[in-house]
Structures are given as C-alpha cells and as structure tokens.
C-alpha cells in the first residue's frame, strides 16, 4: 500500500529517506541575491518531511539557500522555513528543508499520515480491488444481498453516508481549486507578487524593436482549445516590466479577447532578456510586444 503512495514523474538522485506524496498546491521560494529578495512564483509536486519537490517559473542553483511557504491543505496554515537546493534540472527543483520546527514537522507527519489513511480507504472501497472486504454467512452468501427485516435500514444509513461524503469532498474540491486557481494567477499576473514591488519603478520605457534585439528566451503561447473552436485569432498587444535581470516582473493586456490574452500572459512570463541597460547599469524598463494567434 505504502507504494502507491509513492510519487511518481520526478526524475533525478534523491536524498530523501522518507516516502514522497503528490502534493499539487501554490508554492512560494525567496531567494537573496545581490542583497535583493527575490521571490521566484512555482507549484510543488510531492513533499516529505525532509523538502519538497517543485516547478519553478526560474532556475535556481545548486546550494543556494532558500526562504519557501508551501500549503498544505485549506485547513492548516503554511509552511514557512529555509531550504537548500539540492537538486535542479531546468525548471524541476528539488529542496531539502533546514530549520523546520518541531510542530511544523508534526505538521508535515500528520498530513503525511492523513496522505496515507485516504488513499488506503480509496482503494479499500474500489468495486473492483482485490483488497474490497466480503462478508458471506454459513451458506456463502453476501448478507447485503440479502432481504430481510435488517437489510434496508443498513443499505440506507450506508447510502446517506455515501452521499455525506461525496457531497463534502464536491465541495472541498471546488473551493480548494478556486483558490488554487485564483492564488496562481495573483502569481503569474504580479498583482500580489513582492518582486514587483521590490523591483522599482520603470526607468525608461523601451521601444519593442529595441527589446527584441535582447530577447534570449521565448516561449510561444499554447493556442487555447476554446478559442480555437470559437475561431478566436489576432494578435494581442501587452505593456511589460523587464526587471533589472531580464525577466518580466509585471504585464497586462492591452486588447484581444480575455481567453487570448491570459494565454499570452502564460508564455510571456518565461521569456527572458538581456537586462538593458542605462548609463551603463541594468534597469527597470517597460516596453510593448506582440503575440500572435492564428490557425
């Protein structure tokens, strides 16, 4: 059972001793550089009591010291302690906590425990698991199947239970994604993010021709499945905030469809540039691009 547990799809040496578990929620990593906190947006993967693995929206180093907030669940309030980098290929990361608390640890083995109970309880339930419980009487049937003057009210109290919960996991599931959807966009758009805060005003405002000349790094956006069977095309013009390290610390759209447009944002916010630069020193600049949608 422990296996199933297990998490899959991360790749790489692993350090950790303990068992890994899927944990997909919002994740937050500071790092100091140049005496500048910098807060890098990303998703975890799996955790453990000994670090967690993540995507990052920009690579780390190895070794480098961290701040990290992770949430565990809706009901328990984030972890917030320091981590080293020990492990990064492109944007997979994985984190070794250092300095955890005693309680945060607790913390950490409770969800692991809670982790566990429910995918147990999930496979004990399966119609279909070999691990189902059967119960035959003296003559090898099912007493459920039976009738009898005891057999509804259990098949009903069994049913209104069923139905409590999966009324109660219907709900939790859809406020858990809307605030899961809700925190990652706060992220990708800047409006809450403390790096653009930190970064500064704008110092020049860059003609886009000028810009393209120290873009490094594009990725093109995913033709959202909707607009494409709405036939939605065009080309979306957004106002960026290049920071002093070349990636986009804030943008917003200035046309095309919404749908268009967050697909934009998407891509745009892995894009990097060569930092430009004025009176010889790396400046906040803002500028204007273009991208594309057609079929």
């Given at each position: 059972?422990?296996?199933?547990?297990?998490?899959?799809?991360?790749?790489?040496?692993?350090?950790?001793?303990?068992?890994?578990?899927?944990?997909?929620?919002?994740?937050?990593?500071?790092?100091?550089?140049?005496?500048?906190?910098?807060?890098?947006?990303?998703?975890?993967?799996?955790?453990?009591?000994?670090?967690?693995?993540?995507?990052?929206?920009?690579?780390?180093?190895?070794?480098?010291?961290?701040?990290?907030?992770?949430?565990?669940?809706?009901?328990?309030?984030?972890?917030?302690?320091?981590?080293?980098?020990?492990?990064?290929?492109?944007?997979?990361?994985?984190?070794?906590?250092?300095?955890?608390?005693?309680?945060?640890?607790?913390?950490?083995?409770?969800?692991?425990?809670?982790?566990?109970?429910?995918?147990?309880?999930?496979?004990?339930?399966?119609?279909?698991?070999?691990?189902?419980?059967?119960?035959?009487?003296?003559?090898?049937?099912?007493?459920?199947?039976?009738?009898?003057?005891?057999?509804?009210?259990?098949?009903?109290?069994?049913?209104?239970?069923?139905?409590?919960?999966?009324?109660?996991?219907?709900?939790?599931?859809s406020v858990f994604w809307?605030?899961?959807?809700?925190?990652?966009?706060?992220?990708?758009?800047?409006?809450?993010?403390?790096?653009?805060?930190?970064?500064?005003k704008p110092q020049a405002?860059?003609?886009?021709?000028?810009?393209?000349?120290?873009?490094?790094?594009?990725?093109?956006?995913?033709?959202?499945?909707?607009?494409?069977?709405?036939?939605?095309?065009?080309?979306?013009?957004?106002?960026?905030?290049?920071?002093?390290?070349?990636?986009?610390?804030?943008?917003?759209?200035?046309?095309?469809?919404?749908?268009?447009?967050?697909?934009?944002?998407?891509?745009?916010?892995?894009?990097?540039?060569?930092?430009?630069?004025?009176?010889?020193?790396?400046?906040?600049?803002?500028?204007?691009?273009?991208?594309?949608?057609?079929?």
């Open positions: 059972m422990a296996a199933q547990a297990q998490a899959r799809g991360w790749s790489g040496v692993s350090r950790r001793g303990e068992l890994r578990f899927p944990l997909q929620s919002v994740l937050d990593v500071t790092v100091l550089r140049s005496g500048i906190p910098d807060t890098v947006p990303g998703r975890s993967v799996n955790l453990c009591e000994r670090g967690v693995g993540a995507m990052l929206a920009q690579e780390l180093v190895p070794g480098e010291a961290v701040a990290i907030e992770v949430q565990l669940s809706l009901v328990t309030p984030p972890i917030r302690t320091r981590a080293i980098v020990r492990y990064q290929d492109k944007l997979h990361c994985g984190l070794e906590f250092v300095g955890t608390s005693a309680d945060q640890r607790a913390a950490i083995r409770k969800w692991a425990k809670d982790k566990d109970a429910a995918t147990e309880t999930k496979l004990e339930a399966s119609p279909n698991s070999s691990m189902a419980p059967k119960s035959v009487d003296a003559k090898g049937r099912n007493p459920k199947t039976l009738g009898g003057a005891g057999s509804r009210p259990r098949k009903k109290q069994f049913g209104m239970g069923w139905a409590i919960v999966v009324v109660f996991v219907a709900f939790a599931a809307w605030r899961w959807n809700r925190g990652w966009e706060e992220l990708e758009s800047g409006l809450k993010s403390p790096v653009t805060a930190s970064v500064g405002r860059v003609p886009p021709e000028t810009m393209e000349k120290l873009l490094v790094h594009r990725v093109q956006p995913t033709y959202p499945a909707e607009a494409r069977k709405a036939n939605l095309q065009g080309i979306v013009a957004l106002d960026i905030v290049v920071g002093r390290d070349g990636s986009v610390v804030d943008m917003h759209a200035l046309n095309g469809p919404e749908v268009l447009a967050r697909a934009a944002m998407d891509a745009l916010r892995w894009w990097k540039f060569e930092p430009y630069r004025v009176n010889g020193e790396p400046a906040v600049v803002e500028t204007t691009v273009a991208v594309e949608f057609k079929r």
